[in-house]
């Protein structure tokens, strides 16, 4: 039974305590099962010692500022870095928080290419819109607006939120720029922003709490512009920030006559139902959310892969708006975003083994190492619109590396407009060099561009537009050169025909794997009799060719590994590659790193490579 205890004690002693508190909804402050848990009790002092002594020292504010503002305070972005940096714990998801120089270009990129094959503007036109807001050289503003409004953008990866926002602030401010110069869309910025969230953006994540986080940032984002002393009702974001598993279930595009009837039977219905629960509250809003989710169950049930994962997010059902309502000649995303995790697979760091016979079902034909950022731009290729534009950044291994050549090749076959974009240094703080990909339709070409550092990628659409030349190597590999003479110097390399492996035995360093392994090798309790000194990437120097310490050490002993936990991948190599003279490199650097280890018989982790004559 439902009481509205600010309308009963309004003006009365609760208002007297707490003051006026409006409703908020959007299932902000909704109980849940450690609510309901009387075990768990915190006591008033806690909460007030967090209040004053902790969040008092702080100004707060629920404005995110643009990439190039700074604010002396903590805004919401703080969420989504405190996630990103402390709770999904880093090493084992492969999660990085995207900044937001990098976030606000990948968002102009994808958005210059979604408006250049669904309007009849020139590029120019179009670039200056969206880089300069300024629409004046636009032919049909009227038709730049209709596509701005129907444009659907996903996140497949989204974590606490970074690219829904990024896409929120621009989509706004281009609206903003047609009203202030062409005084079309006549609308209060909150009224903007509630019909960009309930309309253009989508995302999901596996991890529940990451998923809370990007809805809170939402809403902050929304709230801060209601004009007025009681606000709206927050939208319910349940169906358009979904928790599940974006990989395993069945390919979107691909579907039976029966499955489509089904859909197109239910479809109407369905979006209709989650409109309506998207702005209910109260006994209506549950009943909704009982519907809808009865309905999507029905459907997943009756087609459901009989191998996917039960947490399998299958996009037709859970978004028939994108893939079942919008047409015959459009199936999929206008616009998709991502920064997807960088680990190997499920079952060797997230301890899901059964996730990955699935994967290996669904994108083992690309061939090569199965990685998570690879099942991600395989599963990107069937969430996109055939006329969509994708932008995501990964590890650079992408740009180079033979094992994905397949991919590659892939992409250029279905999407041949494409601009790289290599970053030299690390972007998260990481040993991991990245490249950011824009993949579209037309024009068919090639254009890539090198920046230094994560800063320069305020200047890089300034790069890339001036055009550098790019070389497809053998196998599609992206060839990147800062100037003539590497070009040069990698020709030779090439014509040499020599390769490493010829000359050396090339090994990886020792394989941990999921968390609790790691920590009964590096962090062992007891007495220990097989510790050895062991080095990651970092402690090779990048200017001296020197191992610095300090050094890890890990206890070297095969009979701590059981059986099931070698087969999830974690592996401690052959104990000779350790204990002979060896070059140690760097795995992933944006130039050769490495030292000679002549007699210490160091132990490496599988961030460093180990090469013996």
Known sequence: QEHDLMGINRGGLLAELI???????????????????????????????????????????????????????????????VFEELVTGRHESGSYYTPKPVVSFMCREALKGYLGTSVKEKPAAVEKFIEDRDPAGLRNSEAVLEALRRVKVVDPACGSGAYLLGMLHELLELRQALFAVNQLDPKTTYDRKLEIIQSNLYGVDLDEFAVNIARLRLWLSLAVDYDGDKPEPLPNLDFKIEVGDSLTASDPQHATDLFRDLMLKNSDKLVALKAEYMKSHGANKRRLYSEVRTAEDGLTRALRDTKSPEDALDWRVCFPEVFVSRGANTSGFDVLLMNPPYVATYSKQSEKVAREDVLR?????????????????????????????????????????????????????RFPNQTWVIIRSAVFGASVRNVIVYVGRQPAMIRSAIATTPDDVTNIDHIVRQGRSTIWGRNHRMNFFADTFEQEVWTHVVRSRGKLDQYFDIRDGVNPGPRQVRDKLLNPTGRITSRRALIEGRNIDPKGFFVNGPYMTIAYDPALLSSAEKKAGSSLRDPQVFLSPKVVSRQTADTLVAAIDLGENLVTLNSVHCSRS
């Open 361 to 413: 079902e669904h994108y083992g034909s690309f061939g090569g190492r199965l990685n998570l950022f690879t099942c991600f731009i395989a599963r990107a290729r069937e969430l996109l619109d055939s006329h969509g534009a994708g932008v995501f950044i990964v590890p650079d291994s992408y740009a180079t590396s033979d094992s994905y050549a397949l991919l590659r090749a892939e992409f250029a076959r």
């Open 19 to 81: 003051g006026e508190v409006p409703y908020l909804n959007g299932g902000l402050f909704e109980q849940e099962d450690d609510d309901r848990d009387d075990a768990i009790s915190i006591p008033d002092e806690s909460i007030r010692s967090i209040l004053l002594d902790l969040f008092g020292r702080f100004n707060f504010t629920v404005t995110e500022s643009t990439p190039l503002d700074i604010e002396v305070a903590v805004d919401p972005e703080m969420l989504g870095r």
